[in-house]
């Protein structure tokens, strides 16, 4: 990489305060591009068809919008007109670089963050999609949840704290993210951890089933079963923490309908996953949420006890079944379904052993995260 070009990495770390200088991220991209899927806070100009033209007019106009006493990343889809970009302003006296390998870049960065509220717990965020991934980990021993396709940021994240890698587990099949869990237990040859309602044609496949425990270390991982999202979706206890998986974010819950999208189904979805999540509001005030998405809270880790999720009023699902509304939950879920995640059936079909990926399995997941129910 060049000197004027910057990485995503980078832009990640400083978009999210863990910088102290000022950082203005300038998306180069078509408005509909931008519109479906950007960096937090970034500024659009779509200029990006007049880029590939060596066009610079409407660029030359906004220069005077443009900020002189900051650093400018400017991204594109690849890193290609950004680069362009990016040179016309240096020319112009700006600090700007391109950031390497535009969005496709932006959707591999992967930040990794020790948990202070849950002993033993290392989570792993992907700012680019939304995911979010674990390391639980006790007495050398660490156990990998929800891992992406990149599974050499796991493996740095266990020898960074000298931890072997004992299990690997989904909470459910994904529908959002090509899963590195498979590739990642049979490198280390450890076993892979999935309820078998959501194995479909996978083998070699260590079933989950509620009140089971994996032990790693001298601690335990509690798999609790909680259907709605997929028929076999599972949290984890490990001590005060509650990894949710797919069935409880902090803003929303997740959507049941990818499995079949016919009302009827998705109703009786719902109502599964209303029971699930009523069952994880037993536990106490000091649970802390780990969830397995987010959208746009910008809180590092991503964590929240559970006593303040009964409070807040931001995840309107979840006071639904607080306040023991089935029909209101249900009904909620079935008008306000989002679009569904792209290629979420190419996806799936990956996870559950029913397609080998191909050269492009990088590029399915790119773009926003949609697998919360609103």
Same mark, same amino acid.
């Given at each position: 990489m060049s000197n004027t070009d910057i990485e995503p990495e980078t832009v990640a770390r400083r978009v999210h305060g863990e910088a102290t200088t000022d950082l203005f991220v300038l998306d180069v991209r078509n408005e509909d591009d931008y519109e479906e899927w950007q960096i937090a806070g970034s500024t659009n100009l779509p200029i990006y068809d007049e880029l590939l033209e060596s066009d610079f007019s409407? =660029? #030359? /106009?906004?220069?005077? #919008? =443009?900020?002189r006493d900051a650093e400018i990343a400017v991204v594109c889809v690849a890193g290609i007109t950004s680069a362009r970009a990016a040179s016309f302003l240096r020319d112009r006296g700006f600090d700007a670089r391109s950031v390497d390998d535009g969005m496709?870049?932006?959707g591999r960065v992967h930040r990794t963050y020790d948990v202070d509220a849950a002993d033993g717990v290392v989570q792993i965020v992907r700012p680019g999609? +939304?995911?979010v991934s674990y390391l639980v980990h006790d007495d +050398? #021993? +660490? =156990? &990998? &949840?929800?891992? /992406?396709q990149y599974v050499d940021r796991y493996l740095d994240a266990a020898d960074e704290r000298d931890l072997d890698i004992v299990g690997v587990a989904d909470t459910h099949a994904h529908a959002d993210h090509v899963s590195g869990a498979r590739r990642l237990a049979g490198e280390l040859d450890v076993p892979y951890y999935l309820h078998g309602d959501d194995a479909g044609s996978l083998e070699r496949v260590s079933e989950l089933e509620g009140g089971r425990s994996i032990s790693v270390g001298e601690r335990d991982l509690d798999v609790v079963e909680t259907p709605g999202h997929t028929p076999g979706s599972v949290s984890f206890q490990f001590g005060d923490a509650l990894l949710s998986g797919d069935t409880l974010f902090l803003r929303s819950v997740g959507r049941p309908d990818l499995e079949d999208g016919q009302e009827e189904a998705i109703r009786t979805a719902s109502s599964r996953l209303f029971d699930s999540l009523d069952r994880l509001m037993d536990r106490g005030d000091e649970t802390v949420v780990l969830p397995g998405h987010f959208s746009d809270e910008s809180i590092r880790p991503l964590a929240t006890e559970l006593g303040e999720l009964r409070e807040e009023t931001t995840n309107e699902l979840l006071s639904y079944v607080a306040d023991g509304d089935e029909e209101a939950f249900v009904e909620t879920i079935v008008e306000s379904l989002a679009d569904e995640p792209a290629n979420y059936n190419e996806i799936k079909q990956i996870n559950w052993g029913e397609k080998q990926p191909? +050269?492009?399995v990088e590029e399915l997941e790119l773009g926003p995260n949609n697998c919360a129910a609103n």
């Open positions: 409407t =660029l #030359e /106009s906004h220069v005077d #919008e =443009l900020p496709n870049g932006w999609t +939304g995911c +050398g #021993e +660490g =156990l &990998v &949840v929800d891992p /992406s191909d +050269g492009n």
